[in-house]
């Protein structure tokens, strides 16, 4: 009785709506959790439903935080929920988490889970963190007055587009359930103040040996937001910081990408002088939807300079035009060729989803 009615009392935020935001949102609401936050701006996709078991087919189009919402209610209308229908920035992220006695991480991007790392520092709340790509998960539970936090065991971001996305790279759906899980577990055992929390050991999961292993990890003294004498004081520009790192941006980041939409394309493809199409990602994405006549030609060839020795490419007096899933990864791949001398060439704007959505709907999005 006693633990229930703490965990009446009791507020967590759901930061994302998401993969891990799905199981998370559900068990709590199960478990009696007083006040759920749940933030998140986007709007259900189809290509969503494989994993952010929250929402279902008839939720496609609707915001997140509305859709999870009435799910949560389904299961326990006596849980009362705060929609922050925003995207979580350096602007309104203290505000929104300090009503908050646990934040449960449930985002897919660097910026924002800095973001979320820095912000439960700096308000001494516990990060209930979980991370999923591919076949893998991570879990953990950063607490700087425990024990490590976030940024003490990540210290720097990855270059973007070296991690892709859920979205971009998949992931297996079921394994939300795993790692969003063991997030509620800990979420609970601190709430109840019961058990061992997961402060200074990481999770490593592998779906695909299934197995669980934990890895110790220490707060490091030296840590720019929880050290000894710490430098971020306060939020800094996430995005900025995710951003690319300063030897890449001396070689790339110079050139502006040139970006052609699917439509142009389409008329430059059907014209005398059609471009030269390169897809930069690889076969199994390839294998999903593709646009004819292009020739496939993978980013890491472009980041260690071989791209430039295919003969496609290295006797081309063509324009190029570079396509990925949704554009990330050809701009990254544009940039390259640019540094590397090429003129004339573009980026897909939105990749061939948009190719997909725009000129041939005959193919299936991912
Ligand atoms: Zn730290």
């Given at each position: 009785?006693?633990?229930?009615?703490?965990?009446?009392?009791?507020?967590?935020?759901?930061?994302?709506?998401?993969?891990?935001?799905?199981?998370?949102?559900?068990?709590?609401?199960a478990a009696g959790v007083g006040t759920l936050g749940v933030v998140d701006a986007d709007v259900v996709e189809t290509s969503n439903l494989q994993r952010q078991v929250i929402h279902g087919d008839a939720d496609v189009g609707r915001l997140?935080?509305?859709?999870?919402?009435e799910a949560v209610a389904r299961v326990n209308p006596h849980v009362t929920v705060v929609r922050h229908d925003v995207r979580l920035d350096s602007s309104n992220a203290l505000e929104i988490l300090r009503d908050y006695d646990v934040v449960l991480d449930g985002t897919d991007n660097f910026p924002t889970r800095y973001l979320v790392g820095d912000a439960c520092v700096l308000l001494g709340k516990p990060h209930v963190w979980g991370s999923i790509y591919r076949f893998d998960g991570q879990v953990s539970v950063w607490w700087a007055e425990h024990g490590p936090c976030y940024r003490c065991v990540f210290p720097d971001p990855p270059p973007p587009g070296a991690v892709p996305s859920c979205a971009e790279g998949g992931v297996l759906g079921v394994l939300c359930a795993a790692v969003g899980s063991v997030q509620v577990a800990e979420?609970?055992?601190?709430?109840?103040?019961?058990?061992?929390?997961?402060?200074?050991?990481?999770?490593?999961?592998?779906?695909?040996?299934?197995s669980w292993d934990a890895l110790t990890v220490r707060k490091d003294?030296?840590?720019?937001?929880?050290?000894e004498s710490p430098t971020v004081t306060g939020l800094i520009d996430y995005p900025q910081f995710c951003g690319l790192p300063v030897a890449a941006r001396d070689q790339s980041e110079a050139f502006d990408v040139p970006l052609i939409g699917a439509s142009a394309l389409a008329t430059e493809l059907a014209s005398d002088a059609p471009p030269l199409v390169v897809d930069v990602r690889g076969p199994d994405e390839r294998s999903i939807a593709s646009i004819g006549g292009s020739v496939a030609i993978h980013l890491d060839e472009f980041r260690d300079g071989s791209a430039f020795e295919h003969d496609e490419l290295a006797s081309t007096g063509r324009r190029i035009v570079?396509?990925?899933?949704?554009?990330?990864?050809?701009?990254?791949a544009t940039r390259l060729a640019l540094a590397a001398g090429y003129t004339d060439v573009s980026s897909l704007d939105g990749g061939v989803l948009a190719w997909v959505h725009d000129v041939d709907p005959t193919q299936p999005e991912y």
């Open positions: 009785m006693e633990g229930q009615q703490r965990l009446a009392a009791s507020k967590v935020l759901v930061v994302g709506a998401g993969g891990l935001g799905s199981p998370a949102l559900l068990y709590l609401a997140k935080t509305e859709s999870a919402a979420t609970v055992k601190l709430l109840l103040g019961i058990g061992e929390p997961l402060v200074g050991r990481l999770l490593v999961h592998d779906a695909l040996r299934m003294p030296a840590c720019p937001v929880c050290g570079l396509h990925c899933k949704v554009g990330a990864r050809s701009a990254e």
